[in-house]
């Protein structure tokens, strides 16, 4: 067996324009910014392009990765309006640092008549954003997503040069929101989903050994968070005297909203420059346009779905990525990594909200692996988001 064992660091300033998607999954992804698609040959094949496990030697591949993320402060500088007194209001505030370790394992299987067969868990999308200062804390005291993937996934070879696979997705994923409006209202919401499916298709046409053209596309899943909605609302929104800003009224009741995780297409090119050096160009689309609104459901609580369950429109947009990699063999023992990408925001400006601030990003990366032994490698990579 060949066994890759690969620790991954990444981190994220301000911008990270993927929203809460998170494309890169294994240190090689991660050291490539994303451009590992048409070149993937190891495990982690298994989850990027899983046509490529019929081109793989026939042995079996596995990685386990650990990233970690950092997310600094954000600093926001402006005002915001009131809807208490009606008017702008200073809005000068920075949000909490945030810091996530997520693994990853990828495993590619020994052919088995003519078909591969491998199985990621990945972790493709979440984050999280807090604020403890008013106006923020209005709309995002707390926004947290968490995500989990089982993708078992299977490929056949075609002929010598054409590869097909195809794979079944399972997400489980389970998150929090805490909003608060002193004496308007708050809102502290937990809850998960069931295990949600999906599907990923993959191609891959290798030219010759140095020249390969690859897609793959991974299907659109909604999650839906269920679970329960318990905090307070003020009086005052129903008598709008002034009086009864002291009032309160508690509730607690069953809740759900439903967060879309994108369809993506992805299109790649890699081609061997040299024996050593390998060059991925790699065009992403995401169909983020699907995310409309986001919508809180209170079932049994007609105050609470009046005040907090109105639809909050995001129609976010479609986003273009671009990313290039370069994968180069020092030595039989040592490889080097550089990536470079761009990466469009997908929300609109005039939907910008203290939940998810968002910008267009340029993405640099690097990382290296060493060879331990024939079975066992090791790895480091970095990614920063501009």
């Not at 590619?108 to 990621?120: C, D, I, M």
């Not at 899943?221 to 968070?225: D, M, N, Y």
């Not at 699907?290 to 609470?304: C, G, R």
């Given at each position: 067996m060949k066994k890759v064992l690969a620790i991954t660091a990444a981190a994220s300033v301000l911008s990270f324009g993927a929203a809460y998607k998170l494309p890169e999954q294994s240190?090689?992804?991660?050291?490539?910014?994303?451009?590992?698609?048409?070149?993937?040959?190891?495990?982690?094949?298994?989850?990027?392009?899983?046509?490529?496990?019929?081109?793989?030697?026939?042995d079996s591949f596995f990685e386990f990765s650990l990233t970690g993320i950092y997310l600094p402060k954000i600093t926001f500088t402006g005002q915001v309006y009131s809807p208490q007194t009606k008017q702008f209001e200073p809005a000068n505030a920075r949000s909490k640092k945030e810091g996530f370790l997520v693994p990853h394992l990828h495993w590619?299987?020994?052919?088995?008549?003519?078909?591969?067969?491998?199985?990621?868990i990945v972790t493709p999308g979440g984050l999280s954003k807090r604020w403890t200062t008013q106006p923020q804390i209005w709309s995002a005291e707390e926004f947290t997503l968490r995500i989990a993937e089982i993708n078992p996934s299977v490929s056949y070879k075609i002929t010598d040069k054409v590869a097909i696979a195809a794979g079944v997705r399972a997400l489980y994923s389970d998150g929090k929101v805490r909003v608060h409006f002193p004496h308007l209202y708050k809102e502290d919401l937990d809850g998960d989903t069931d295990f949600k499916w999906g599907y990923n298709l993959a191609l891959a046409y290798r030219i010759d050994p140095t020249f390969t053209l690859a897609a793959t596309y991974r299907s659109k899943?909604?999650?839906?968070?269920v679970g329960s909605a318990k905090g307070y609302l003020g009086k005052y929104l129903l008598s709008k005297n002034p009086q009864d800003l002291t009032t309160l009224i508690p509730y607690y009741?069953?809740?759900?909203?439903?967060?879309?995780?994108?369809?993506?297409?992805?299109?790649?090119?890699?081609?061997?420059?040299?024996?050593?050096?390998?060059?991925?160009?790699?065009?992403?689309?995401?169909y983020w346009s699907?995310?409309?609104?986001?919508?809180?459901?209170?079932?049994?609580?007609?105050?609470?779905e009046a005040v907090l369950g109105q639809p909050k429109a995001k129609n976010w947009k479609d986003t273009n990525t671009f990313r290039v990699g370069i994968t180069h063999k020092n030595s039989p023992k040592f490889t080097t990594m550089y990536g470079l990408a761009y990466d469009e925001t997908p929300v609109p400006t005039n939907r910008?909200?203290?939940e998810l601030p968002d910008a267009d990003a340029i993405i640099l990366s690097l990382g290296a692996l060493y060879n331990h032994t024939q079975n066992l490698s090791f790895g480091i990579s970095y990614l920063y988001r501009l």
């Open positions: 240190a090689r992804s991660v050291a490539l910014s994303g451009a590992y698609v048409a070149g993937a040959d190891h495990a982690d094949a298994a989850y990027f392009n899983p046509a490529n496990m019929s081109f793989m030697p026939n590619v299987g020994k052919e088995y008549k003519g078909l591969r067969f491998g199985l990621s899943i909604s999650l839906q968070e009741t069953k809740a759900n909203v439903a967060v879309p995780l994108p369809a993506t297409l992805t299109l790649a090119a890699a081609l061997w420059m040299s024996e050593n050096t390998r060059v991925e160009f790699t065009y992403e689309r995401t699907k995310y409309k609104n986001l919508d809180f459901n209170f079932y049994n609580n007609q105050f609470a910008v909200g203290f």
